[in-house]
């Protein structure tokens, strides 16, 4: 080990040191091959929201010496940890059939919609392995299509597969891993997340979302059933609301939730539509709001969970803002560590 050598500069080399240390154990996800999902003309989930991200983060993540995540193939096998066969044999099909529309929802589809969000939860189960594994310890995941409004059996709100579900079972079933907290921040509620998990005790559901906006779901009285009873935690928030209700929340009643309930991971569905200026949401987050959510949740998987946290890219339909409040989040993934 290099010995630091003794002048007043010494720590201040040894905090960039440190730095330098954290963000090789930062992993970051962003493929041009996600552009190819179409969803037509005038569609709010573009691929160049998706570009713009990607020309924001991808010189940031460099910078800073953050490891890049390859690409990952999924099974079927893998996708049949949240979906149902007969689901997964529709998006083949209507995929094959060239149709513009999933037949069970409101998601456009092109000709590469199958692939391209097979290769989104094949990233998110390639983070999953990489902080599971030890080789690192944070993750930002960005792809397309989202996923968190996709249930078992139907994929709606622009989403096929939900990733976010895929990865927190994936690290359930293939590595140590008991018990998972989800955070889910987009301005809509991540009704799929929830069905996936409402019965199940082992992942902690948390979603902040806009009041009375789609899917409709996402009520306070929503806390889970059978052995998930208590395991789902909903802040549904008045249009206009900023960051502070949420982080109040997070470092609040969801704090206090994980001294009993002790999640081995943390992953964060990350959408940016609850971004004030975003043309599907009336919330009115701020770029440093993202920030501060993500050093609260930084703060609870290091007390619980080894400091694991992986977040994957779900909504943020205004490409600047997707791009500032992205990087916002992906600095404060890099810094503050509280483990
Ligand atoms: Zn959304």
Redesign the pocket.
């Known amino acids: 080990m290099e010995t630091l050598p003794d002048s007043p500069l010494r720590g201040n080399r040894a905090s960039w040191k440190l730095a330098l240390m954290e963000a090789k154990h930062l992993g970051w996800y962003w493929d041009e091959m996600h552009l190819l999902h179409d969803t037509g003309r005038g569609h709010p989930e573009t691929a160049r929201r998706y570009q713009v991200l990607g020309d924001a983060l991808v010189p940031a993540a460099e910078k800073l010496g953050a490891t890049r995540i390859g690409r990952r193939v999924i099974t079927r096998e893998e996708l049949l940890r949240c979906h149902t066969p007969g689901y997964l044999d529709i998006v083949e099909a209507d995929v094959a059939a060239g149709a513009s529309q999933l037949r069970t929802g409101d998601t456009a589809l092109g000709r590469e919609s199958d692939r391209v969000s097979a290769a989104a939860a094949g990233a998110g189960l390639a983070a999953v392995d990489a902080v599971m594994g030890g080789e690192l310890r944070r993750a930002f995941v960005a792809v397309r299509p ?1 996923g ?1 409004h996709a249930t078992p059996d139907r994929g709606m ?1 622009f989403c096929i597969y939900n990733t976010v579900a895929l990865m927190a079972r994936h690290a359930m079933a293939e590595h140590d891993c008991d018990r998972v907290l989800i955070v889910d921040w ?3 509620h991540g009704n799929g997340t929830q069905d996936c998990f409402y019965r199940d005790g082992g992942v902690f559901f948390f979603s902040s979302h806009q009041r009375g906006i789609y899917p409709g779901t996402g009520a306070e009285y929503e806390t889970g059933e059978g052995d998930g009873k208590g395991t789902t935690m909903n802040l549904p928030l008045p249009a206009g609301t900023g960051g502070g209700p949420v982080l109040d929340a997070i470092r609040g009643p969801l704090a206090e939730k994980m001294k009993d309930f002790k999640p081995d991971l943390v992953l964060i569905s990350a ?1 940016f ?2 971004r004030v200026d975003d043309p ?2 009336g919330l009115a987050l701020e770029d440093a709001d993202f920030a501060a959510l993500t050093r609260a949740i930084l703060e609870i998987a290091g007390e619980h969970a080894a400091g694991r946290v992986v977040s994957v890219l ?3 339909y205004n490409p600047d803002g997707l791009a500032s409040a992205s990087l916002a989040h992906f600095k404060a993934m890099a810094g503050g560590d509280a483990s």
Do not use: T
């Open positions: 989202p968190h709100g987009d301005v809509h959408g539509d609850s599907l949401g779900e909504g943020g």
